[in-house]
T-cell receptor, first 114, second 113 residues
Framework: DTEVTQTPKHLVMGMTNKKSLKCEQH?????MYWYKQKAKKPPELMFV???????INESVPSRFSPECPNSSLLNLHLHALQPEDSALYLC?????????????FGPGTRLLVL | AQSVTQLDSQVPVFEEAPVELRCNYS??????LFWYVQYPNQGLQLLLK????STLVKGINGFEAEFNKSQTSFHLRKPSVHISDTAEYFC???????????WGAGTKLIIKP
């Protein structure tokens, strides 16, 4: 099973809402990632978890809050977002946090902030 | 700083014709290279990757790429494209000293019937 699942597929939220994105993998991978992708652009790394510990935060605004409850799950909590945060949010996982590892991507959550 | 350049933002090609998508990287040290594909409204999927060894790498869906160290290139090729190859293709690079991937801007492959 090489699947990464993400829920919800689509999300519309107002600027005062609180919502969460969920990601799950059952490949035994120990590294998990959150990316943000704007239309016609490559993905931008937001967060990386390695062995359930946050190992990098790419200066992401605090209105985005990641959580890794266990080795299979990754959440992204959203609060007080801005319209410019509208994007495709991709989750990925890899065997380990190493340069040559393949990252397996989920289908993404398409977020619209009104 | 390491960078990845995809020279074409769009490549239109007729169905069943060959295609080459170009990727150049800048790095003075050993590098790992990847091609990912993103079909419309989907996540990214690995097509192939180069870690070491043979410079010709074969991937899924009939794609292959050649690592050329002297030209710092990793161009993606397919001898005959199909309408289902319509997608965005991203080249990416990584190094041992920095596990983060550096992404190219992407090339949109447009298949003309």
């Amino acid at each position: 099973d090489t699947e990464v699942t993400q829920t919800p597929k689509h999300l519309v939220m107002g600027m005062t809402n609180k919502k969460s994105l969920k990601c799950e993998q059952h490949m035994g991978h120990r590294a998990m990632y959150w990316y943000k992708q704007k239309a016609k652009k490559p993905p931008e790394l937001m967060f990386v978890y390695s062995y359930e510990k946050l190992s990098i935060n790419e200066s992401v605004p605090s209105r985005f809050s990641p959580e890794c409850p266990n080795s299979s799950l990754l959440n992204l909590h959203l609060h007080a977002l801005q319209p410019e945060d509208s994007a495709l949010y991709l989750c990925a996982s890899s065997q380990a946090r190493l340069a040559g590892e393949t990252q397996y991507f989920g289908p993404g959550t398409r977020l619209l902030v009104l | 700083a390491q960078s990845v350049t995809q020279l074409d933002s769009q490549v239109p090609v007729f169905e069943e014709a060959p295609v080459e998508l170009r990727c150049n990287y800048s790095s003075s040290v050993s590098v790992y290279l990847f091609w990912y594909v993103q079909y419309p409204n989907q996540g990214l999927q690995l097509l192939l990757k180069y870690l070491s060894g043979s410079t010709l790498v074969k991937g899924i869906n009939g794609f292959e790429a050649e690592f050329n160290k002297s030209q710092t290139s990793f161009h993606l090729r397919k001898p005959s494209v199909h309408i289902s190859d319509t997608a965005e293709y991203f080249c990416a690079a990584g190094r041992d000293s920095n596990y983060q991937l550096i992404w190219g801007a992407g090339t949109k492959l447009i298949i003309k019937p």
